[in-house]
């Protein structure tokens, strides 16, 4: 694996990290912007740059959503197909060992010339294992599947620092910002634990409170509380 040009990512691995470290800035610039926001700022959401920012988020959360869903499947079958990579040296006196990568056989065979054959059929075991999990990776488009992941993981991350930088001009910027962390808080394995559930409680009691109010139209597009 460690020669190829191509390795078996986990997506989870890439879907817990396109959070980043930026959650507690954020909940700063949330509650700081709803500070600002409340009574005090036209509700101007046509030209409201968190708003404009957080239906690109929404957007692009979708597509990363879908894409993780489709590699999840991908990966299920990639396995399904290609057993194992790796090979099984039998080291004289010293018993079988799986060996899954070159590093891992110079590991184990060190520079001990007696073994020089055995260095060879495994060598040449471990590049077949690794042409066959990269004719089948290409084939069900593994590859290109895991490009896509990460280019839309990457742009949320990158949409999601910029809605951390930018001042809401309306309530509902901020619910928009809110709503940001909420959809990646629910998307993690703490999505129940603390601080989810007040996270969402102040989402919700805001748009709430937004559609109550004579221009609360515009928290339509947010869809009911989940």
């Known amino acids: ?6 390795s078996m990512s986990l997506s989870a691995v890439t879907r ?4 980043g470290s930026g959650l507690v800035a954020a909940m700063g610039w949330v509650f700081r912007d709803a500070a600002l926001a409340y009574g005090a700022v036209p509700q101007n959401t046509a030209t409201d740059p968190a708003v404009l920012l957080w239906r690109d988020v929404k957007a692009v959360h979708l597509r990363a959503e879908l894409l993780y869903r489709r590699m999840q499947e991908l990966e299920v079958e990639l396995a399904e197909r290609v057993d194992f990579l790796g090979t099984v040296v039998s080291i004289p006196g010293g018993g079988d060992v799986f ?14 010339t007696d073994l020089a054959d055995l260095r060879a059929r495994a060598e040449a075991e471990l590049d ?3 042409a066959h999990f990269d004719a089948v990776a290409s084939e069900i488009g593994y590859f290109a ?3 896509d992941e990460q280019a839309a993981f990457a742009r949320l991350d990158a949409l999601l620092e910029a809605l951390s930088t930018t001042e809401a001009a309306s309530l509902a910027g901020v619910a928009g910002k809110l709503d940001a962390v909420m959809r990646e808080g629910q998307a993690r394995n703490e999505g ?4 989810w559930p007040q996270v969402r409680s102040a989402r919700d009691d805001l748009l709430r409170i937004g559609r109550e109010m004579p221009s609360g139209a515009c928290f339509r597009e947010f869809g009911p509380p989940c």
Do not use: I, T, W
């Open 192 to 195: 129940l634990a603390f601080p």
């Open 145 to 147: 599947g895991l490009k």
């Open 99 to 112: 060996v899954c990568s070159k590093e891992g056989l110079d590991r184990l065979v060190g520079d001990r």
């Open 128 to 130: 077949a294992g690794q």
């Open 16 to 19: 817990r990290m396109a959070f």
């Open 1 to 6: 694996m460690a020669d190829s040009d191509h």
